[in-house]
């Protein structure tokens, strides 16, 4: 078992910046793809960032691409979303989750609890 336990979110104007992190504990030693995903209000859950066991490969949805950096620190158990130049549309909860493959195709084998994030006009 892997528990993922988010934070970072909260209230940013548009334009601003936030890091997330996402702490993993239980299982942490195994090779686990980590990503993260986000629900705005009336919507489905959609892909944002992932990353490779190792870190050296990432991949992110279009669009959030340029703007959302996803790392990972595997000695701390910890992998963290950079984001900047925040839109309103951004706005949603943003879940953790990892992933036995780096491709999460909409799954993943655990999550986290989530954490708002609003971005304000």
């Known amino acids: 078992q892997v528990q993922l336990v988010e934070s970072g979110g909260g209230l940013v104007q548009a334009g601003g910046s936030l890091r997330l992190s996402c702490a993993a504990s239980?299982?942490?030693?195994?090779?686990?793809?980590m990503g993260w995903f986000r629900q705005a209000p009336g919507k489905e859950r959609e892909f944002v960032a992932a990353?490779?066991?190792?870190?050296?490969?990432?991949y992110y949805s279009d669009s959030v691409k340029g703007r959302f950096t996803i790392s990972r620190d595997n000695a701390e158990s910890t992998v963290y979303l950079q984001m900047n130049g925040l839109k309103p549309e951004d706005t949603a909860v943003y879940y953790c989750?990892?992933?036995?493959?780096?491709?999460?195709?909409?799954?993943?084998?655990?999550w986290g609890q989530g954490t708002q994030v609003t971005v304000s006009e």
């Open positions: 989750a990892a992933h036995k493959s780096l491709f999460f195709a909409g799954r993943a084998d655990y």
């Open positions: 990353i490779s066991w190792s870190g050296g490969t990432s």
């Open positions: 239980g299982r942490t030693s195994l090779p686990y793809a």
